[in-house]
């Protein structure tokens, strides 16, 4: 393969990955190490129970499924003296009215328990006017990074109210039985968007210069180009130099920020970005000399 083709290979297939990655929506939780409490009365404890201290938890959309994933500060022991759970709960049609009210559940009205009795379980329940009652899933769970991550893997199937909701409510609560557990967010509900949020992102150049890159991805450009593109950090590259003519060459100088580098890096807040870029026109002088 030739250098130009092999870059323009890298390029299609960097641009596949990025649109891959932007299209899913997620949602993240950092939690603090050894923020145990008492998950009946919201007390703080003193003990660190270090495989039910959640660190990390983050809840994404992937084909026909949901995945939670949760990291926690230290492995599961292949034995453990008291049970164990892990419950990841949802207020599935983002709606107040039908949810459960009482601590550790409140504000939720279907959840997965993860359970640790001497043998792992996995089981889905939901709330009733009575209370809490379990009901048939095909969800599964693994158990990897050592026995300190754990993934539950829920076909959207079983959120039946998921494709009429723009967000979907959803926490971490953890328990070693009557010892300590975790709440992750520490308050309140997190909240995963299911579309993106996008902003406008201008980008000008000289018309002579004929490309630019974001994410790896190339777009013809006649003056610049104007795309909408996820919040967050993106890359954007253009051409080092374009040869205008046999005697004229523009050269990359700057962005219109100051930045030098190219590739640079860009962060894309919910207002957008215009940005312009600045090259330098440099003509060939011949020198004859008689
Ligand atoms: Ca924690
Ligand atoms: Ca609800």
Not at 57 to 71: K, P
Request: hydrophobic share 40%.
């Amino acid at each position: 393969m030739s250098k130009k083709a092999c870059a323009l290979f890298i390029l299609v297939f960097l641009a596949v990955v990025l649109i891959r990655v932007y299209s899913i929506s997620g949602s993240l939780v950092e939690d603090s190490a050894c923020d145990l409490v008492d998950i009946w009365t919201g007390e703080r404890v003193e003990t660190c129970i270090g495989y039910v201290d959640v660190l990390f938890a983050e809840l994404r959309e992937e084909e026909g499924y949901l995945r939670m994933t949760i990291n926690l500060s230290e492995s599961i022991p292949e034995v453990v003296g008291e049970r164990l759970y892990y419950y990841l709960l949802f207020d599935s049609d983002d709606d107040s009215e039908n949810n459960c009210a009482d601590v550790p559940f409140a504000q939720s009205d279907t959840m997965y328990v993860l359970v640790y009795d001497g043998a792992w379980s996995l089981s889905r329940e939901e709330y009733y006017s009575w209370g809490w009652d379990s009901s048939p899933t095909e969800a599964y769970f693994r158990i990897g990074g050592g026995g300190r991550v754990l993934e539950i893997i829920i076909p959207l199937s079983e959120l039946p109210s998921y494709n009429f909701i723009e967000k979907l409510p959803w926490r971490i609560v953890t328990e070693a039985e009557y010892v300590a557990g975790d709440l992750a967010p520490d308050a309140g509900m997190a909240l995963m968007y299911k579309y993106e949020k996008t902003a406008e992102v201008a980008v000008r150049v000289p018309v002579e210069v004929s490309w630019i890159s974001i994410d790896g991805q190339v777009y013809a450009s006649e003056g610049g180009i104007e795309i909408s593109l996820p919040l967050g950090e993106h890359v954007i590259s253009v051409p080092e130099y374009v040869n205008v003519s046999e005697y004229e060459r523009l050269v990359f100088v700057e962005w219109s920020d100051g930045v030098k580098d190219n590739p640079r890096k860009i962060y894309i807040g919910e207002g957008g970005v215009e940005l312009e870029c600045v090259y330098e026109r440099y003509l060939r002088v011949d020198v004859v000399s008689s």
